[in-house]
């Protein structure tokens, strides 16, 4: 139920990256799916009454091992995130650049454009 | 851009300070508790970028000039190889952790788990070098529409 | 079962949201709406377990805000019109519910929430990791310890393609950038003034 969810999330990025015609809008769904497969991981990860990954003085480390959520997934959408955002960054950039040239941000017009 | 309203210009030289501070315990601590290089580069950038938005470009760029920030990117990156190549020559594993296995530090302190706590700086420098670049980068010109319907980049300065 | 009601309505929320931003008019709006799905993200990793998460989803939405805005503030004047065409449309619809069945029955493959791989797999190497962590790294975040020890080479690739997104971004708006390096002006065609600019300025050095 959570992961079907979390996939229409994914879906609904895919819909706005396939039909709009604005750049920006395009850009937005591609953050959307960025954030559908990052909730995604993270909810694979998840352990029912875990504790967060993090070790404390008074910690039981068996109890630990028994109880936390995996950090693996974690530490790979902490590098995924960052990521996301130099990715978005180019595209605005790229965005930038074409609204320069073009004067607009439709992408059929761009199309028409071109040459 | 000259900057904003009074109001804004004095609490953001309230507000920069314990941004920045905050930043580098997030960076510090990484090891200890939730943060981290990354999180930690972020906020830092956030505040270049406040102060950035609230003084005008002139402002920000002498704190820290777009070359000095090329420098500390470049810098830091280096410092994360380097870490990963003494890994290498002193263990025999690329990243591998010398100083934990050579020094091992009492757990939960400050000055513990060997090499984590340099790549943590390294890794935030670079991030908020790089964010701070970028953001110089995309906020040089703006887009004004003219009068007969066509638009004129200007410069920022220039708008005021 | 309290936490999948909370996951519940904070996952709605982010769809709602997400619909709003991606159906919106105005351009600020649409971004303004993406800025609420990020930070509902946010809150859903502070219920997932995940604080390191959570910190720097807040810090890299409010970045973004500003670069979309910063992108967007003042230039939809021209407003990009209307759908595709409706028989693409339709196409795309079918595509979307079977991408979404294919999905739905793949994910019933998947364990059940709240039942992990590590919990069922014994010597998966998340279970070294949190057995081994303090261990043979000393850092009390395992999430760190994993980030900057066991899979240090994904940061480095992080850090690349980090990189290279400056140098693109530099090299995408370069024009920009040497003009503003020789001061300011204002001009018609300013690509190639700014080329210009940026030629003389490298002679002076």
């Known amino acids: 139920m959570i992961y079907s969810l979390c996939f229409i999330l994914f879906i609904i990025g895919l819909y706005c990256v396939l039909t709009k015609k604005n750049m920006v809008k395009i850009v937005i769904g591609l953050v959307i799916m960025e954030y559908g497969v990052n909730l995604f991981l993270v909810l ?14 008074t910690t039981d480390p068996l109890e630990f091992l028994a109880t936390s959520v995996d950090p693996l997934p974690q530490a ?15 595209a605005i950039a790229l965005c930038i650049k074409l609204y320069e040239k073009y004067g607009t941000f439709d992408i059929s017009e761009i199309r028409r454009l071109k040459g | 851009m000259k900057g904003m309203t009074v109001i804004v210009k004095t609490v953001t030289r309230w507000v920069k300070v314990f941004i920045f501070l905050y930043g580098i315990y997030i960076i510090i601590t990484g090891h200890l508790a939730p943060g981290g290089g990354f999180a930690g580069g972020v906020i830092i950038a956030c505040s270049y970028i406040l102060l950035m938005l609230a003084y005008g470009r002139e402002f920000a760029l002498k704190q820290l000039s777009s070359r000095a920030a090329h420098r500390l990117d470049s810098s830091a990156a280096l410092l994360f190889l380097v870490v990963a190549l003494l890994g290498l020559g002193y263990g025999g594993i690329f990243f591998g952790n010398f100083l934990q296995a050579r020094y091992p530090g009492a757990a939960f302190k400050l000055l513990s788990s060997g090499t984590i706590p340099i790549s943590n700086i390294a890794i935030g420098i670079k991030v908020a070098a790089s964010l701070f670049l970028i953001f110089i980068i995309l906020s ?11 638009n004129k980049m200007v410069q920022d300065e220039e708008e005021e | 079962m309290g936490i999948e009601i909370y996951l519940l309505v904070l996952l709605i929320f982010i769809i709602v949201g997400a619909l709003i931003a991606v159906e919106a008019k105005n351009l600020l709006s649409a971004v303004i709406s993406l800025g609420a799905v990020g930070f509902g993200l946010s809150i859903a990793f502070l219920f997932l377990r995940a604080p390191d998460l959570a910190i720097v989803q807040i810090a890299v939405e409010v970045i973004l805000l500003i670069f979309f805005i910063r992108a967007t503030i003042g230039r939809d004047i021209i407003p990009a019109k209307g759908h595709i065409h409706w028989a693409g449309l339709v196409v795309v619809c079918l ?16 364990n059940e929430f709240g039942a992990p791989i590590i ?11 949190l057995k081994d962590g303090l261990k043979e790294t000393g850092a009390a975040n395992i999430v760190t310890a994993v980030l900057l020890d066991y899979r240090a080479y994904d940061t480095l690739g992080e850090a690349t393609v980090l990189f290279a997104a400056i140098i693109g971004a530099l090299a995408v708006l370069r024009g920009r950038a040497a003009t503003e390096k020789t001061g300011s002006r204002r001009n018609v065609s300013r690509r190639t003034e700014s080329r210009r600019a940026g030629s003389e300025g490298r002679k002076d050095k």
């Open chain 2, 140 to 150: 040089v010109l703006r887009i004004v529409p003219g009068e007969d319907g066509t």
């Open chain 3, 95 to 110: 595509l979307m519910v079977a991408v979404f069945v294919f999905g739905f029955f793949a994910f019933r493959s998947l």
């Open chain 3, 119 to 129: 919990a069922s797999v014994q010597d998966a190497p998340s279970n070294k990791y």
């Open chain 1, 76 to 90: 790979l959408v902490v590098t995924s995130i960052v990521i996301g955002l130099g990715v978005t960054t180019l």
């Open chain 1, 44 to 57: 694979v990860g998840y352990r029912r009454d875990g504790v967060a990954p993090i070790m404390d003085k």
